[in-house]
């Protein structure tokens, strides 16, 4: 468990590097995943199913960064699901994940795409697109991946707590219960 988790962190460190770099773009880009390595990586012998859920959140973050930069449907959809995967791991952070990245996709349906993502070096000048980012379909397909996860696991645990006791305990009934109450 430990090996994983330090690949986790790994993970989590190269992630956040990767997010501060696409935002801030200069030398100080380094700092945030610079804190996560003295304050959060020195804490990997506690293992945590939070970890799990910081690794998806991220995903699904640069996964809808990537939607927003290229306008291809598939980036939204991997965001859902990842966030839904985030919600098995942390209920508040995937839910409230969704929720706001819906919100900020109906906020954006209008903008240009530089004053959403704007480029900081300037290489964007003049290119400045106007199209609708989300459709209604979009956004119900969205929530419906964001959900899929969530409802899987829960019709697992369903069809293997629920339906799977009661036909194992039909058939101790009927094999082991009938016979001697027969005899």
Known sequence: ARETLVIIDSLINVLVFYLSYKTLRAWYAILPPLFFLILGFPNWMQFSHFWNGDLFLLLSLISLLWYLEKNKQYYLYSA??????TTLF??????????????LLLLTKHATISS??????????GREKKYSIIDVQSLILYFALAALPVAAMFGYIALKGGVGDFIQ?????????YPHVAA
């Open 169 to 177: 305990q039909q058939e101790f009934i009927v094999l082991h219960v």
């Open 80 to 85: 859902a699901v990842l966030l839904g995967f």
């Open 116 to 125: 959403i993502y704007p480029s900081l070096d300037g290489r964007d000048k």
């Open 90 to 103: 942390q209920q508040a952070a995937g839910v409230y994940g969704v929720i706001l990245c819906a919100v």
